[in-house]
C-alpha cells in the first residue's frame, strides 16, 4: 500500500479509535431464558412482534417455546421464516412487508447472524422508509432509532445480538455488504442455551470458530481499550476450554459458556472492530456462499501466519493468558502455539485448510471487494493493498504456498 493511503488509513482509523469512549455504543440486556421474550415485550409497551428466523431453526421447533409465551400472555405476532445461510436484500424486502402488512411495532431475531441481520436490515427501513439498504451501506448512515429488537442466537458464534453491524448480499449484484450504525445494537440479548442443544457438531463448530475469529481480531487490531481487550481474552480463553467439549460431548455448561464467549467476542469486535479474515470472508460469502464461520475458520491461521511479526507480541499475550506458554517463553514461540492451537482444532473439526472452489479470475474482484470492506475501516495490524490480498486468496484456494 502506498504512503498517502496508508497514512489516511491510520489517520481515519486514530480518529475514531479517540472518539471511541464518546460514541453511543450499548451493551445489550440480557435476558437467560426464552420465557422472559413476552415480559420483556409487554415491559417496553410493545404489541405485536415480527419473529424473524430461518427454516432450519424455525422446523425444529426452537422458537415454539417463544411462540406459547407469546400465546400465553396474549401478544399477536407474526413470522417471517425464509431467511438464507447469507441474507440477501430480497430477504430484508419479503420480512419489511411482512412487518408492514401484520402491524407490527418490534422484532424478535431468532437464530443465527443470519436472521439477525436481517432483522436489523428490516429494522433499518423501517427507521429510514425512503431509503434503500444499498443507500444505508457503511458508516453512520441509519441515524435513526429502529423498531425494539430482540435477539435470539442459536448459535454460540456470531456475537450478532451485540453489534452494530448488518451484512447483506446484495440479490442482484451477489456483492456482500455491511451496514453500520449504533441504532442497530439490539436492545435485548436472549442468552438461554436450550436452544443450541439441538445443533449438530459441525455448525457448533463453525460458528465457534466465528466467535474466535471475533476474539482474536478485535483484540489483535490496533483499535482496542482496555475493556474491548479483557472481553476478547476473556472470550478467547472459554472458546479453547468449551469448544472442543460443546462440539464432542455436548455438555448444557460448555454449550452456556459457549453463549457467553461469543456474547464477549460481540461485545470486542463491534467496538474494536474486526480486520482482513472478515474482509476476504465477506466475499466468499457473497460469490460463493461459504458459510460464514467455515470461511474464518480456514481464514483465520492463514491471515494470522501473513501478519507475521505484527502480531507476535498481542499473540503471546493470548498464549500467556491462555496458559499455552509462560511469560519468559520466545515471543515467535508463544505466538505461533497460539496459531497451531487454532489449526489443530479445525482438524479435530474436519474443517479444511484450503478452499477448493475458489476460482482464479475471480480473485480479482473479490480482492477489490475485500480492499474497499477493509480499507480505512479495520484497523488492522498490517495495512494490505489489494495485491497482498489477492496473494491471501490465493494461498487459501491452494494456488501458493
Known amino acids: 500500500m502506498n504512503f498517502f493511503k496508508a497514512a489516511y488509513c491510520r ?149 450478532s445480538e451485540t453489534t452494530l453491524a448488518c451484512v447483506i448480499v446484495d440479490s442482484k449484484t451477489r456483492h456482500k455488504y455491511a451496514i453500520n450504525d449504533f441504532p442497530l445494537i439490539p436492545s435485548y440479548a436472549v442468552l438461554d442455551e436450550e436452544v443450541t442443544m439441538s445443533l449438530p457438531p459441525k455448525i457448533v463448530a463453525t460458528t465457534g470458530m466465528d466467535a474466535l475469529t471475533h476474539a482474536i481480531e478485535a483484540y489483535v487490531g490496533k483499535s482496542g481499550n482496555r475493556f474491548t481487550r479483557r472481553d476478547a481474552l476473556e472470550a478467547i480463553n472459554i472458546i479453547f476450554n468449551n469448544l472442543e467439549i460443546s462440539y464432542s460431548e455436548k455438555t448444557r455448561e460448555a454449550r452456556k459458556n459457549m453463549l457467553i464467549a461469543s456474547h464477549k467476542a460481540g461485545r470486542a469486535f463491534s467496538k474494536a472492530y474486526v480486520g482482513y479474515v472478515h474482509a476476504v470472508a465477506h466475499s466468499l460469502g457473497g460469490k460463493y456462499d461459504t458459510p460464514h464461520g467455515l470461511a474464518n475458520a480456514v481464514l483465520l491461521p492463514v491471515v494470522l501466519r501473513e501478519y507475521g511479526k505484527s502480531v507476535y507480541k498481542k499473540l503471546k499475550k493470548i498464549a500467556v493468558f491462555c496458559e499455552l506458554a509462560d511469560k519468559k517463553s520466545n515471543t515467535a514461540n508463544a505466538a505461533l502455539k497460539v496459531i497451531e492451537k487454532i489449526e489443530n482444532m479445525n482438524k479435530v473439526f474436519g474443517i479444511p485448510e484450503k478452499f477448493d472452489f475458489i476460482r482464479r479470475e475471480d480473485i480479482p474482484q473479490l480482492a477489490a471487494y475485500a480492499e474497499k470492506e477493509a480499507n480505512p475501516l479495520y484497523p488492522v495490524p498490517h495495512l494490505w493493498s489489494r495485491k497482498k490480498l489477492e496473494e491471501i486468496y490465493l494461498k487459501a484456494g491452494g494456488y501458493a504456498n
Open 11 to 159: 489517520i481515519f482509523q486514530g480518529v475514531f479509535k479517540l472518539a471511541l469512549p464518546f460514541l453511543p455504543y450499548k451493551n445489550p440486556k440480557t435476558v437467560s431464558s426464552l420465557k422472559d421474550i413476552a415480559k420483556v415485550i409487554k415491559s417496553e409497551k410493545k404489541y405485536k412482534p415480527l419473529l424473524v428466523t430461518d427454516k432450519t431453526v424455525y422446523g425444529l421447533g426452537l422458537c415454539s417455546s417463544t411462540e406459547e409465551s407469546l400465546k400465553a400472555e396474549g401478544i399477536e405476532y407474526c413470522v417471517y421464516s425464509d431467511v438464507v445461510a447469507n441474507p440477501t436484500s430480497d430477504n430484508v424486502d419479503r420480512a419489511l412487508q411482512i412487518y408492514k402488512d401484520c402491524g407490527c411495532d418490534c422484532l424478535i431475531a431468532f437464530g443465527g447472524g443470519s436472521p439477525m441481520d436481517c432483522a436489523k436490515g428490516v429494522g433499518a427501513l423501517v427507521a429510514r422508509p425512503k431509503k434503500t439498504l444499498s443507500d444505508l451501506r457503511g458508516i453512520l448512515k441509519v441515524k435513526k432509532k429502529i423498531p425494539l429488537l430482540i435477539a435470539v442466537p442459536t448459535t454460540a458464534g456470531t456475537g
